[in-house]
């Protein structure tokens, strides 16, 4: 594995989009190579290398290459969207659709992440250190076909729409979820550690959500039918079992319903 | 001799209403006269006549005034800002005709700006849930003709609509509703007892912000399953009531409001709302239709879906493409980020409007105000740039709230020399073209980013 | 003025039959003349190319409300799209594409006319906005009239002269093109969440059958001498066994012949006839295109278009109500639905079509028998029925798959059920490879002559318009391997329209005014018809009469078909 090291030197008056910030378009480049990489303010083109000092080199391919990326990256969007493999590291805080569309690697964010991060998910590792904006995980808009695979970690509280049409893959939040998870979700699995505001599982098919904290505003369409014990992220304890959304509809296998499961600790 | 025009169109709500009858002075520069109007309708016919139009463009001085230049170099100012801009942001639309829309996304695509309209604030959470779940509606003619049930969930169209409810809903007689209102059922639906709420068979008040649960409950007992004895502050007996009505209409219509749109989850309340109308075709008719709120405000998602394929919030700063994705591009989004650098606030009024914060940032940079009148916007522009009031100085097409276009007539003359949105916006067109040419300034090429999916050639 | 010769290219024009000669095209002010009346012409090379007429669509669904809906609502069909600027504006959007790279896309295939298969009157303002907008190709669009309250009510008792009044009215409303029937009855029914299952089944409450619309429709279409015939898509789309309504609907032309000024011979178009051709029930159904194709080709007063699934995914959307509400619960993806007050409905759904499935092979497969089994492929059209069973973009990859067995075979083994739909399908056995000339047939000669626009378009006589498409096809020698068919069809070496050459390689170069054609019929007085048509609009409708008719300043650049219907 090859290291880049990016360092965001000035500030952009708008926004920054970098979307090829990934170890697909690194790989087999060299420093100068990549500091010619276009990338957006507004509807100006620049030369990445007008905003970051490129050091260090690429691997041959993006399995072997890693992107660090320092410096004061609040305006910066769209980092390793559509990577495949290899690792990106963001110092800071980031804005918005990081690891968006993302298939394989690894994206850690040791600050904040702004909205859409691993929107559209298929596959990789997208791991933010703090909190997470609107939509983490989310489908894009239309898009009934939603996160497909991979495993988003964050490490703090996150805003609303988490894993609106979820269709694969695993979310693991630390802390707290503002309004709707795994709404219209049909498949795939949310974890929050903290509580969860409410709109839990709303016009949910199938999958699963566990909520280790409360719930201030359960749905009506979720019925309890037991209690069972879990293992969930290492820790085993008692939680109380949910079917639903029984407001929505549900597919049958073997003659019977498949619901949607939510498990809220006891 | 004063003229009488016949079966104008009203340039207020999405009523839309296109029986009035304007009479106007003998030199076709006064109303004397409006017939059939609800009390705002008249007075926008009444104010067009009014003193203390202008009729110049006014460019801002170094010394805080105004001062009147003519159209041409306002077209060139106004050009040369979109030019300089990396990321303008053209805004509003909420009383512009489809042409004049048109114009402006033509300017848009050239100048690679982003282009918004009013929906942003208001319907826009509809477009959201359209996007995710559609939208099973019909024309306002279907609702009067056939429908015996008619739900209003957080609409107040007594206020808001004046005539939505005598033209299309609860009171006409239409032609399997020969009984008019003694046929139809009412559910209003609103934590407020609102003047609708006044004429409804059946009140439902919900519990503010709760009215995504609400649904989840109605959706839940329509399947048959059990719900909890109160959900969003509504007993479960008055649930299973109405979703029996519900259930047994002939032919249903919810309209709805921005008590869906502008509470809690907003475009999710809309979502479910559509989820609900889906689930009620098992069982009989319904259908489902967003009260929008200006007269066109139908007009720019429509004619901006047949131009690029969304209906706002499109970011063309690429140029050869249009991207969506409201929550980034929405423009009260961009202007409290701090993330455009020119504002075209047309036919609105993001001075009242929008945020405070929003507007300190948009204020950093240009601010042109298109409109006909003066408003908040105006007086912080830069430059204010007047226009002929469609519907009543200039015809044109409008969408109403149902997407039916309405041909509306012109029944005054603009005030001499004031020309029409879609004729400043060629004229912008047109100048961007001129000065790009003069300094040799090549559109920029869209990076290779994404997957290429014309079908054509591959 | 401008003058332009096409030298030294295979000529395929079936109205004047001529079968891949050498003939030079010449041109000047935008019409076809004879070669000896140019003076100083510029020349085409066309040595080494196949030259045909513009294309002329006579089924595909490209402007208008329902259109506009799907294109509205799949902004995730657009989320990565990137297209180079060519054209003067952007391109959008790839099953429901923008008006802008609908018009581009025609073009490069060599297309220069599309009539847009439904459009709902009430809205015909919207769809002369688009019409504006859509660059290049000229367009008509015919109003739906099979749930129309009017002609329901005129048609049950057996008003011909009073429907053919009101129908003349409702096209000069609408600057109309024809008479649109979808889904008989069945979309008014849907006012009440109903459908009419077959065409002996009467509509609620107007207790007319379908049966009695669409012989009605055929005597008022004859009676008014349109250019068109009727344009039916007729009851229970979609679903198994309905090639038994199918073959009744065809029957019900019996004894009609054609009556007009335009060349037009078949009193019914029977619209992508693909859907409407299934044996068998639920998802085990088979293919009845043997039994429906052996009647198309003994019965010399009906056209058929194919419909071809493409195996896409892509966006459907019919004014048959009731047909896109049962296809919101196979699939459970959005769904749009516009119910047009006293005149039709509308549904709009995404489709997945894949060859992972065996239905979709199926219906694939009885897509290409259908043009395969026809015996007349002046009277057998190509379409997709864009966009339902596939975007018209595909125009050239349906061609190739007519073209080739083998490409029919590299397709069929890329399913992943192939040999149970070879069990439920004919397509295997079927080792027909249309020719050139035949395409020409399907895709402009044919297609003019049945829309009756056959003076003006689909061939390369002096006097019709100078649409022409030059394409990458060497007549004499054609390449071995199909993609180069798909290839070369998909963007042409030269589209002409009206003399301007709009494509080159491919590319649009230039974007020369395009036209909005509509029929204007001359009727008796009928004081009743307009008694009747005041009083739907006092009444029921929701809007005034005066301002449903389309203004003049809302057509643009018309050119208008006169009929006398009034001697």
């Known amino acids: 594995m090859k290291t880049v090291t990016l360092t965001l030197n000035k500030q952009p008056e708008l926004y920054l989009e970098c979307n090829d910030i990934t170890p697909d378009a690194f790989a087999g480049k060299t420093p100068a190579e990549i500091a010619a990489i276009e990338i957006w303010e507004g509807k100006q083109k620049i030369p990445l290398g007008d905003f970051f000092t490129v050091e260090g080199s690429a691997g041959a391919t993006p399995a072997e290459t890693k992107i660090v990326v320092a410096g004061d990256c609040t305006r910066v969007k769209r980092i390793g969207q559509q990577m495949t493999d290899g690792e990106i590291v963001i110092e800071s805080d980031v804005d918005m659709y990081i690891g968006g569309w993302m298939k394989g690697g690894t994206i850690h964010v040791k600050g904040n992440a702004d909205s859409f991060c691993g929107i559209g998910m298929e596959g990789g590792e997208l791991i933010i250190d703090g909190d997470a904006g609107h939509h983490v995980g989310a489908a894009p808009r239309g898009e009934w076909r939603g996160m497909k695979g991979g495993v988003i970690r964050i490490g703090g509280n996150v805003g609303n729409d988490t894993a609106t049409f979820i269709n694969g893959g695993t979310i693991v939040i630390g802390g707290d979820a503002d309004i709707h998870i795994s709404t219209h979700g049909e498949g795939g699995t949310v974890i929050v550690k903290g509580n969860a505001k409410g709109r839990v599982g709303g016009q949910m098919v199938k999958g699963e959500i566990y909520v280790f904290g409360t719930i201030e505003n359960p749905l009506p369409g979720f019925k309890k039918i037991e209690t069972v014990e879990r293992d969930v992220e290492g820790v085993q304890a008692q939680f109380d079992h949910f079917i639903g959304d029984l407001g929505e509809r549900h597919p049958k296998s073997k003659g019977q319903p498949v619901y949607a499961h939510l498990y809220v600790k006891a | 001799m004063p003229k009488k025009i016949e079966n104008v169109g009203c340039p207020y709500c999405g009523v839309c209403c296109d029986d009035l009858v304007v009479t106007v002075s003998d030199d076709g520069r006064k109303v004397l006269e409006v017939e059939n109007a609800c009390a705002i309708g008249n007075e926008i016919f009444q104010h067009a006549s009014s003193e203390g139009r202008i009729s110049l463009p006014r460019l801002r001085q170094p010394d805080g005034t105004y001062k009147d230049i003519s159209y041409d170099e306002a077209v060139d100012y106004a050009a040369r800002v979109l030019i300089k801009a990396k990321k303008p942001l053209i805004f509003g639309f909420g009383s512009t005709n489809c042409e004049g829309m048109a114009a402006a996304a033509k300017v848009a695509e050239k100048a690679g700006a982003v282009l918004d309209n009013c929906a942003s604030i208001c319907h826009g959470s509809s477009f959201l849930a359209i996007f995710d779940n559609g939208y099973p509606s019909c024309t306002l003619g279907e609702t009067k003709n056939r429908a015996d049930v008619i739900v209003y969930w957080g609409s107040n169209p007594a206020h808001a609509h004046p005539r939505h409810m005598s033209r299309y809903s609860i009171f006409p007689r239409g032609f399997f509703t020969g009984k008019g209102h003694k046929g139809r059922k009412i559910i209003v639906i609103d934590p407020r007892y609102t003047d609708t709420a006044r004429v409804a068979d059946i009140y439902v008040q919900v519990k503010q912000g709760q009215d995504y649960d609400l649904f989840n409950a109605f959706r839940t007992v329509i399947r048959g399953e059990d719900i909890p004895d109160e959900v969003a502050g509504v007993k479960k007996e008055q649930i299973l009531q109405v979703a029996e009505i519900l259930k047994k209409a002939r032919f249903g219509t919810i309209f709805y409001g921005m008590g869906l749109c502008h509470s809690d989850g907003r475009n999710h309340n809309v979502d479910i709302a559509i989820s609900m109308t889906r689930d009620l075709n098992d069982f009989t008719k319904w259908t489902i239709m967003a009260m929008r709120g200006h007269y066109n405000i139908a007009g720019p998602g429509v004619v901006w879906a047949w131009t690029t394929g969304y209906p706002y919030c499109i970011d063309m700063s690429k140029k050869d493409r249009a991207y969506m994705n409201p929550g980034e591009t929405s423009s009260v989004d961009l202007a409290m980020r701090d993330e455009v650098d020119a504002f075209f606030n047309v036919g609105t009024d993001a001075g009242a409007h929008f945020p405070i914060e929003a507007v300190k940032h948009l204020k950093k940079h240009p601010w042109i105000t298109i409109d006909p009148n003066i408003c908040m916007a105006s007086e912080i522009s830069d430059l204010h740039i007047p226009v002929g009031i469609v519907g009543v100085e200039v015809p044109g097409i409008v969408y109403r709230m149902d997407n039916v276009p309405i041909q509306y007539r012109q029944v005054l003359n603009p005030p001499d020399g004031v020309i029409s949105d879609e004729e400043l916006f060629e004229r912008i067109h047109q100048r961007i073209s001129e000065i790009e040419a003069e300094e040799g300034i090549t559109q920029t090429s869209a990076a290779a980013a994404g997957t290429q999916t014309s079908f054509v050639g591959e | ?567």
């Not at chain 3, 329901?152 to 409702?170: P, Q, R, V």
């Not at chain 3, 295997?428 to 009756?452: F, N, P, S, V």
């Not at chain 3, 009743?528 to 203004?551: A, T």
């Open chain 3, 1 to 567: 003025m401008s003058e332009i010769i096409i030298k030294n290219g295979f000529v395929f024009d079936p109205l004047q039959g001529i079968r891949g000669d050498k003939v030079d095209i010449a041109i000047k002010d935008g019409k076809i003349v004879e070669t000896t009346a140019l003076t100083n012409p510029k020349t085409i090379d066309a040595a080494g190319m196949t030259v045909m007429a513009g294309g002329v669509d006579i089924h595909s669904h490209v402007v208008g409300p329902k259109v506009n809906t799907g294109r509205l609502f799949r902004p995730e069909e657009k989320l990565f799209q990137n297209i180079k600027k060519t054209g003067s504006r952007m391109e959008m959007g790839t099953s429901i594409p923008s008006v802008y790279k609908t018009g581009y896309d025609y073009a490069r295939m060599g297309y220069s006319y599309v009539n847009e298969a439904a459009m709902p009157p009430l809205h015909s303002p919207h769809v002369h906005e688009e019409i504006r907008d859509t660059p290049i190709i000229d367009i008509s669009a015919m109003p739906v009239f099979g749930n129309n309250w009017f002609s329901l009510e005129y048609l049950k008792n057996n008003e011909i002269e009073n429907n053919a009044a009101y129908t003349a009215w409702l096209l000069r409303a609408t600057r109309g093109f024809g008479i649109k029937i979808v889904n008989p009855g069945g979309s008014e029914a849907w006012g009440w969440g109903l459908n009419c299952a077959n065409i002996h089944e009467p509509v609620p409450y107007f207790d007319v059958t379908p049966a009695q619309i669409i012989t009605g429709s055929i005597e008022t279409n004859e009676y008014l001498g349109l250019p068109h015939s009727i344009h039916i898509h007729p009851n229970n789309l979609g679903n198994p066994g309905n090639y038994v309504d199918t073959l009744e609907t065809l029957k019900l032309a019996e004894g009609y012949t054609a009556k007009n000024a335009f060349g037009r011979t078949q009193v019914m178009h029977l619209t992508h006839l693909q859907f409407h051709a299934y044996g068998g029930e639920g998802f085990n159904f088979e293919s009845k295109v043997p039994e429906i194709m052996d009647y198309v080709n003994s019965h010399d007063n009906i056209t058929v278009d194919i419909g071809q699934v493409t195996l896409d995914e892509t966006t459907t959307m019919t004014a048959d109500g009731p047909f896109e509400h049962h296809l919101r619960a196979v699939n459970n993806l959005k769904w749009a639905n516009v119910d047009v007050e006293l005149e039709t409905a509308a549904g709009v759904v995404p489709f997945v079509y894949s060859a992972n499935n065996k239905a979709n092979a199926v219906q694939w497969a009885i897509g290409l028998e259908i043009g395969l089994l026809a015996k007349d492929p002046m009277r057998t059209y190509i379409t997709t029925d864009h966009p339902n069973a596939g975007p018209f973009t595909r125009y050239p990859r349906v061609i190739k798959w007519l073209m080739s067995q083998a490409a029919r075979e590299a397709q069929m083994d890329a399913f992943k059920h192939r040999d149970k739909v070879i069990d439920v399908t004919n397509i295997a056995g079927i080792d027909r490879e249309l020719t050139l000339y035949e395409i020409a047939q399907m895709t402009r000669a044919g297609t003019a002559k049945a829309l009756g626009i056959a003076d003006m378009y689909g061939g390369l006589a002096p006097g019709m318009d100078a649409d022409v498409a030059i394409y990458n096809l060497n007549a004499e020698s054609m390449p071995s391997d199909a993609e180069e068919i798909e290839k070369a069809f998909s963007r042409c070496a030269y589209m002409l329209k009206d003399g301007i050459v709009a494509v080159k390689d491919g590319e649009i170069v230039a974007e020369p005014a395009k036209r909005t054609i509509w029929v204007d019929v001359k009727v008796p007085e009928n004081a009743q018809v307009n008694r009747d048509i005041y009083e739907h609009f006092l009444k029921h409708y929701s809007l005034k009469l005066e301002n449903y008719s389309l203004f003049e300043e809302h057509l643009h650049n018309p050119r208008v078909i006169e009929v006398n219907a009034a001697e």
